[in-house]
């Protein structure tokens, strides 16, 4: 598992040649970073007399946090095997015109198959913006700088997970499914960062 | 080192209430991920006959690549370390009013020192998104997309790292020296923001 190595070998793994891990694994390993921000502030919180009448909230914004970072780590895993099938169908060599269909036809699944981890990403980024949103009210305000940080990384691995959808989309035949697949993605967008943006505003006019 | 742990050890050290690994190594941390896919995109570009023309350039950007890289994984511990004598100095207890100037000059001195290890991440991040617009018009078409993740990471990672020298400018006494530092961050903003967003307008403006 590459989240098993280092993190050191990772950015090396990551510098490589080598196709994975990619931006859509490390937009995943961002999101993971963004999260276990907003769970150190909700940890900072627990058991913070001045902050007594949000302890429940906090409990709760924690135990949906450490489930989405560890929905985030698996997925830097998941989005490199998702990545195996459509290297294979881009390396497949034709001469006839039944090969030729043969490779468009694994193409074309492969590319709807790498859609689907980062569209995930997407989805968890999202969820994780909403309690950095809840965190910027309830969290201790010792740590609202970590609030701003870990909102901003959130963003970025949801604009960055996004980016590996569109390139999938793009190189699809079947445009049908290549507009539905982009709504979803704009609409998560035009959801998530103004939202970000919103909270990483807020953060920064309490310590500038 | 806070880096030798494995990635999902790294994540859940940062998600405990404990004060280190905090906001500031965890935007170190992104933007060494950032210029590891800047990294990624050379190394697919290197050796390619569609691309003998920039080969030279291409080793210029991995050698400098490489050094970023490294002095961004070293800066992840760097700010682990400088946040200690701010940890020491905000619990230093006082009685009398001798004990009371002790602890402010501790804190005042640790304050600035806290600043230095984000402001270098900062210079870091802002060169590793020049680097990505080089690589935007000579790295290899097949990986645009990866250019676009990783000046997202380099930006956020340069405005995490700002929000980390705010949070102690905010809290010195000595207001012309806050002055100074905030100006430096400023314009390090001013200058990396745009042009980070940029380069990720003109990779989706190819991949949309």
Chains 1, 2 share one sequence.
Do not use: W
Not at 2 to 26: E, H, V
Not at 48 to 55: G, H, L, N
């Amino acid at each position: 598992m590459f989240t098993d190595k280092s993190c050191t070998d990772f950015i090396n793994m990551l510098a490589s040649g080598s196709p994975t891990p990619g931006g859509g694994g490390a937009s995943a390993m961002v999101g993971a970073l963004g999260v276990a921000l907003g769970s150190m502030v909700g940890n900072l919180t627990l058991g913070k007399k001045k902050y007594e009448s949000v302890q429940l909230d906090i409990k709760v914004i924690l135990d949906r946090a450490n489930k989405l970072q560890n929905e985030l780590i698996s997925l830097v895993q998941a989005d490199a095997e998702a990545f195996e099938p459509l290297s294979k169908a881009y390396s497949m060599s034709y001469g006839t015109d039944e090969e030729k269909n043969k490779k468009d036809t694994m193409l074309e699944e492969a590319l709807k198959q790498a859609c689907r981890v980062p569209l995930e990403i997407m989805e968890k980024s999202l969820e994780a913006i909403s309690l950095h949103e809840e965190l910027e009210t309830k969290g201790t305000k010792i740590a609202i700088s970590d609030v701003g940080v870990g909102v901003l990384f959130c963003k970025t691995a949801l604009m960055g997970a996004s980016t590996n959808v569109y390139i999938n989309t793009k190189l699809m035949k079947d445009r049908e499914y290549a507009g539905i697949i982009n709504l979803q993605v704009r609409k998560m967008l035009q959801e998530g960062i103004p939202k970000a943006d919103n909270i990483y505003i807020t953060v920064m006019s309490k310590i500038t």
